[in-house]
């Protein structure tokens, strides 16, 4: 290449690197930070080799400041955005170019990033679902962030070499953008994987080579072997992932039993008296395929006054549901129950229930 020809190659970056520049200004939206970073980290090694010193130092220190940024240590603020348009004016001063001020553009990528969730992207109802379970779960919540071209097809872009990495790490929560979304939209586009994993970001760091974002680090779990008196519960919930990840939750504190129906539920809580091995609590769902959890609770409270339990002996009912009706509340304070829980409810929440059955029903016996 010929000294004008790497000229104007540089040149032709350094203007790539304004217009990138100014769409970004005030914002910090992923792309645009992505495509920043490619474009910052081409004109390092191009000043380098022209034996631009001053220039590559300068596109050296932004290349590293972008890095952080793109995964997740670093907010980008004004001072970085003061520093890309610092770098432009050196390198126009380098080709004897007068530095032009820049018209600053509204921060459009800070309006295009309104309205995302918490992780960095606007999920569908599934996916905070899963993701709330994750957390529930006490998994640690990572984002990964690839900046691609358009071309990939359907299969190519559902079978991406990061996808086996997740796999191999934790759980998918979501993509975006969807391939018909990839391929109806600009040239260069960051793709963004949200995904569950056991493993801490340092952890996760020698399987990932991609920017890893972490949003949430995993939850230190209590040992699963109970200490002292251990609490017996019994969940009723039919959803199969949401009943597993309470009684994960659950049986650090003892054992669990976890019923799928009404009916299923009630013939275990009277199997465990006729053990002589009551439940201490019994976390109770709603909407069930058979009976509503209301049923239930009122043939558990009948049972209970038949055998003239006095209250503290009695099976603490918690109504774990989904439900937000003012209708349902009420209708389950009415038959008696102790606690009323919304999904997605936090391990803590649980915690603390259990920690007063313990400061009740175990002070009796």
């Known amino acids: 290449m010929s000294a004008s020809e790497e000229e104007a ?30 474009t910052v980290h081409n004109l390092k090694s191009l000043s380098a080799y022209m034996g631009l010193k001053e220039v590559a130092a ?69 996916e905070a679902d899963r993701t709330s379970d994750a957390i529930l779960q006490g998994l640690g919540i990572y984002r990964i962030e690839k900046l691609f071209k358009l071309g990939l097809t359907r299969e190519d872009f559902q079978t991406l070499p990061v996808m086996e990495d997740v796999a191999e790490v934790g759980t998918l929560l979501a993509i975006q953008p969807s391939w018909e979304a990839y391929a109806a939209g600009p040239e260069e586009q960051v793709v963004k994987i949200l995904f569950a994993s056991g493993q801490t970001h340092e952890e996760l760091g020698h399987s990932f080579f991609d920017p890893l974002i972490p ?63 009551p439940y201490h609590i019994l976390f109770l769902d709603l909407r069930l395929p058979d009976l509503s959890g209301l049923a239930i ?51 803590a929440t649980i915690d603390e229930k259990i920690a007063l059955i313990r400061e009740t029903w175990l002070a009796e016996n």
């Not at 203007?15 to 992923?30: F, K, P, Q, S, T």
């Not at 597993?244 to 504190?253: E, P």
């Not at 558990?300 to 509340?329: G, K, Y």
Request: glycine residues 8%; contains cysteine; negative net charge.
């Open 9 to 38: 190659q540089f040149s032709d970056l350094v203007d790539r690197l304004e217009n990138e520049g100014m769409a970004l200004d005030g914002g910090g939206d992923a792309s645009g930070v992505h495509l920043l970073f490619r």
């Open 58 to 126: 300068a596109f050296h220190h932004l290349e590293d400041g972008l890095d952080a940024i793109r995964r997740g240590r670093e907010p980008w603020s004004a001072a970085w955005s003061d520093q890309v348009f610092h770098s432009i004016d050196l390198a126009r001063a380098a080709l004897g170019q007068t530095p032009q001020p820049a018209a600053k553009q509204e921060p459009q990528a800070a309006r295009a990033v309104q309205g995302k969730s918490t992780w960095g992207l606007a999920l569908t109802p599934e």
């Open 215 to 277: 949003l949430q680090e995993p939850q230190p779990t209590a040992d699963p072997t109970p200490q002292g008196d251990a609490i017996r519960s019994l969940v009723i919930e039919d959803d199969a992932t949401t009943g597993t990840l309470l009684a994960h939750i659950v049986k650090k504190h003892g054992s669990c039993m976890l019923t799928a129906s009404a009916r299923a539920g009630y013939a275990e809580f009277l199997k465990a008296w006729e053990r002589s091995e």
């Open 297 to 347: 609770l009122s043939a558990i409270r009948r049972f209970e006054a038949d055998h003239r339990l006095p209250r503290p002996q009695r099976c603490m009912v918690i109504v774990c549901t989904s439900s937000e009706s003012h209708e349902d509340i009420m209708a389950s304070l009415a038959r008696d129950a102790d606690g009323y829980l919304v999904k997605p409810v936090s391990p």
